[in-house]
């Protein structure tokens, strides 16, 4: 029962406020929902925080907001030899409790001496992962949730070099939070400090957006017909509404159109329940919209403006939503062409991409000889070979991506960037539109040089200490088994990440390897309640890669019901 001595801790001691205390009484006779809010100490995972927003300490809210912060603070006081006059780059996004955690942290930093930089008003996180390297600040913090559901917020630590904070630095920042048992020591100041508190002017958007403009590849082919090429745009509420539109229009393209109810700022994203553009739901205004103004593209980004999805009108004159994998091998295949058009093509040249990524983008890049670079889940793996190649000038950067709708053109940011993928997206489209192609013409074409490729994702959300626990169970499972074939085809090899192999990261990661090419990864996501398998499959024909797939999805949901 210390979970109840720990809920009557926060309503007995004065340290916390009084709504705090009302919310704590108002489930006082709910012992199930106490438990699940104070069994622990909200996790600071590999880059942060994420969880409902709510009182206790299993909660995000202000009292775990000013913890992490303040267990940051002392990391950068203890380990960065008197760099922290450099500063702390903040930014928030749109969803509940954001601007309002923003501040908290930049009380916090400010009792412990530390200055930070925050934004007017809500900003992306390639922004903020800008301004980490353009303001030489020390670290950044961004406020959001990404794309979960309405009642969750987070809070992402970024490093020096823009990228999220690298796992020894995670665990080692873990374990300063971990120390603060006493919330009431935690130090803040009022936000009336503000000789620590810096307000950036609007030169931190517009040095992001040129910085933007700088990855176009056919800027004379936007000048020509750019104007009239029609685009259905949604920030599904978020962040991306005002630099996405910003950067399209001054490269070229005039005719953009934006879901109306879906263009401002929301918490409660218009009642979209999950604000994930790998969510055909998520675009289902959009697609409306497209279909009734005729758009030759629908683009969607998530809340924080780091994930973009992609809608294409078919043969048949519907709208069809791209993966991220066929995004990023299009995207590859069109960067590649693009440079070697126009004679900037670095033979160095790596694409970088995770090991939960169809191989399609890969085998694009190795058609043209270049080499491709293998990364565990997260985007800081690919902002960390970033800062390899240009430390040691072994390599460049041509792209990196990853399945879950995550791209990095350029290297003005360190996070996946979902405004320069859009202007590069909406290039891409124009560029097989001159030619009288749609995008899904040009996936086709791809498909039919490099073979057929199809991915899926089954995705369990396991809630709550017993899911924890079940999850635990599913990956002792598969771990412990010896499981030979799937889908009547024999598994030929198996990786355990957890091994540290492939010069990788310890990760808790499996990913078996089919006799026919097709492989299955599992893995715990890193951000959410959920277990996730990723099947990945190619074909000489869509039919067969399909119906593979599918046997080998009815295999594993067998397992899966076995164990759940």
């Known amino acids: 029962?210390?979970?109840?001595?720990?809920?009557?801790?926060?309503?007995?001691?004065?340290?916390?406020?009084?709504?705090?205390?009302?919310?704590?009484?108002?489930?006082?006779?709910?012992?199930?929902?106490?438990?699940?809010?104070?069994?622990?100490?909200?996790?600071?995972g590999t880059a942060g925080l994420r969880g409902v927003i709510a009182a206790g300490n299993n909660r995000i809210n202000k009292y775990t907001v000013r913890r992490a912060t303040f267990g940051l603070a002392n990391y950068i006081i203890k380990n960065t030899n008197n760099e922290m006059h450099r500063g702390v780059v903040i930014a928030h996004d749109n969803r509940h409790m954001s601007r309002e955690f923003c501040i908290e942290t930049a009380n916090t930093l400010a009792a412990c001496g530390i200055k930070s930089y925050i934004f007017d008003s809500?900003?992306?996180?390639p922004e903020l992962s800008f301004a980490v390297r353009s303001l030489n600040a020390i670290a950044g913090v961004v406020i959001t949730a990404s794309h979960n559901p309405p009642e969750y917020n987070g809070y992402k630590v970024y490093w020096e070099d823009g990228a999220q904070v690298m796992p020894h630095i995670a665990n080692a920042i873990t374990e300063e939070i971990n120390s603060i048992i006493d919330y009431s020591t935690i130090p803040t100041l009022a936000y009336e400090n503000k000789h620590l508190v810096v307000m950036l002017d609007d030169k931190q958007d517009t040095e992001f957006i040129e910085a933007v403009k700088k990855q176009v590849i056919r800027k004379e082919l936007i000048k020509q017909i750019g104007k009239d090429f029609k685009i259905v745009f949604t920030?599904?509420?978020?962040?991306?509404?005002?630099?996405?539109?910003?950067?399209?229009?001054?490269?070229?393209?005039?005719?953009?159109?934006?879901?109306?109810?879906?263009?401002?700022?929301?918490?409660n994203f218009a009642g979209i329940q999950y604000p994930n553009p790998e969510d055909k739901k998520a675009l289902d205004r959009g697609i409306n919209l497209a279909k009734e103004v005729q758009a030759d593209l629908v683009i969607a980004t998530d809340p924080d403006c780091d994930r973009v999805g992609v809608a294409v009108r078919t043969l048949d004159g519907e709208y069809a939503l791209l993966t991220g994998n066929q995004i990023?091998?299009?995207?590859?295949?069109?960067?590649?062409?693009?440079?070697?058009?126009?004679?900037?093509l670095d033979e160095k040249s790596v694409l970088i991409k995770t090991i939960v990524t169809s191989e399609f983008?890969?085998?694009?890049?190795?058609?043209?000889?270049?080499?491709?670079?293998?990364?565990?889940?997260?985007?800081?793996f690919i902002g960390e070979k970033i800062k390899s190649f240009e430390e040691n000038k072994s390599n460049s950067y041509l792209f990196g991506y990853e399945e879950s709708y995550g791209y990095l053109v350029g290297t003005h940011a360190r996070d996946k960037d979902a405004v320069v993928t859009s202007v590069l997206i909406a290039e891409m489209a124009l560029y097989y539109s001159s030619m009288n192609k749609s995008l899904y013409e040009g996936l086709m074409d791809l498909y039919k040089k490099y073979g057929y490729f199809k991915e899926e994702t089954i995705s369990l959300t396991l809630k709550g200490i017993e899911g924890i626990?079940?999850?635990?169970?599913?990956?002792?499972?598969?771990?412990?088994?010896?499981?030979?074939?799937?889908?009547d085809t024999k598994i030929i090899d198996v990786k355990d990440y957890k091994k540290g192999i492939d010069e990788l990261p310890s990760a808790n990661v499996l990913k078996y390897f089919l006799e026919d090419g097709s492989w299955v990864a599992i893995r715990p996501s890193g951000t959410e309640p959920k277990l996730k398998f990723y099947i990945s499959t190619k074909g000489a024909t869509k039919d067969d890669a399909v119906n593979n797939v599918n046997g080998i999805k009815a295999d594993l949901n067998q397992i899966i019901e076995k164990l759940i």
């Open 328 to 344: 990023g091998g299009m995207l590859t295949n069109y960067i590649i062409e693009g440079r070697k058009e126009f004679n900037k």
């Open 1 to 44: 029962m210390e979970y109840m001595e720990r809920c009557n801790e926060w309503i007995n001691n004065p340290y916390f406020d009084k709504e705090t205390k009302q919310e704590l009484l108002s489930i006082k006779d709910n012992h199930k929902e106490i438990e699940d809010r104070f069994y622990k100490e909200l996790e600071f």
């Open 361 to 380: 983008g890969a085998d694009i890049a190795k058609a043209s000889d270049l080499e491709v670079m293998n990364v565990l889940t997260g985007f800081k």
């Open 235 to 267: 920030p599904l509420c978020g962040t991306g509404n005002i630099p996405i539109r910003r950067a399209l229009k001054e490269v070229g393209f005039k005719n953009v159109l934006v879901v109306k109810e879906e263009e401002n700022p929301d918490s």
């Open 469 to 487: 626990a079940k999850i635990g169970e599913v990956m002792t499972y598969f771990r412990e088994k010896d499981i030979s074939s799937i889908n």
């Open 122 to 125: 809500l900003r992306t996180t």
